[in-house]
């Protein structure tokens, strides 16, 4: 298996323009992740899923940020618009049949909004 | 509420000592335990877990950790370092007494000196 594939990879925008981050989880995993990560405030999860249904979204920050996933491949993280205090790395993880189990990482996209 | 503290921001040792990376954590019941290593533009990867039997868990890259109840403890060790060691190690508790979603700490840096 390739493993949770992210991209882009990298994302410089401006303030005030939409940003769409997209994950491919593992083929069969049936929990998938969003995380940000930021030297301040360090690894936060802001929200998951229980095949393709939202179940805590309790971590996202404003509602700037809205996160879907039409289908068990695939998931998006929009932030509409967006700021300078955004840039960090979003992580997309995945899991198998249980939440408590192994986490498995993409390698994140890096933003930075100027 | 379930957390996770690593007391160490940095750790700095010398290519071949042994290295003991602390992590303590806050949980009601038997907890579930992970420890993840970050490399440099790389998302996490799961070095090794706990949840249930042994105390004594073996990792892959050689680290092992230890679940010490009495002392809410679930320090990383390796015998001896290599400079490939050299990212960010991040201690995680979660499971059924709590929230099955792991709790992340905020990591500690390892830096090795040749």
């Known amino acids: 298996d390739a493993g949770v594939i992210q991209s882009p990879r990298h994302e410089v925008t401006e303030m005030g323009q939409e940003v769409t981050l997209r994950c491919k989880p593992i083929?069969?995993?049936?929990?998938l992740f969003w995380y940000r990560q930021t030297m301040m405030r360090g690894l936060e999860l802001l929200i998951y899923?229980?095949?393709?249904?939202?179940?805590?979204d309790s971590g996202m920050p404003e509602d700037r940020f809205s996160a879907k996933m039409p289908n068990a491949s695939f998931s998006t993280l929009k932030i509409q618009p967006s700021e300078p205090r955004d840039s960090a790395v979003y992580f997309c993880?995945?899991?198998?049949?249980?939440?408590?189990?192994?986490?498995?990482f993409g390698p994140g996209t890096r933003l930075l909004v100027l | 509420a379930q957390s996770v503290t690593q007391p160490d921001i940095h750790i700095t040792v010398s290519e071949g000592a042994s290295l003991e990376l602390r992590c303590n954590y806050s949980?009601?019941?038997?907890?579930?335990l992970f420890w993840y290593v970050q490399s440099p533009g790389q998302g996490l990867q799961l070095l090794l877990k706990?949840?249930?039997?042994?105390?004594l868990v073996q990792g892959i890259k050689g680290f092992e950790a230890e679940f010490k109840r009495s002392q809410s403890s679930f320090n990383l060790r390796k015998p001896s370092v290599h400079w490939s060691d050299a990212a960010e190690y991040f201690c995680?508790?979660?499971?059924?007494?709590?929230?099955?979603?792991?709790?992340f700490g905020r990591g500690t840096s390892l830096i090795v000196h040749p």
């Open positions: 993880a995945s899991s198998t049949t249980s939440p408590g189990e192994t986490q498995y």
């Open positions: 083929s069969g995993h049936d929990y």
């Open positions: 899923f229980n095949n393709n249904v939202p179940i805590d």
């Open positions: 949980y009601g019941a038997t907890p579930y």
């Open positions: 706990y949840f249930s039997g042994d105390t």
């Open positions: 995680a508790v979660g499971g059924p007494g709590g929230s099955y979603i792991p709790t």
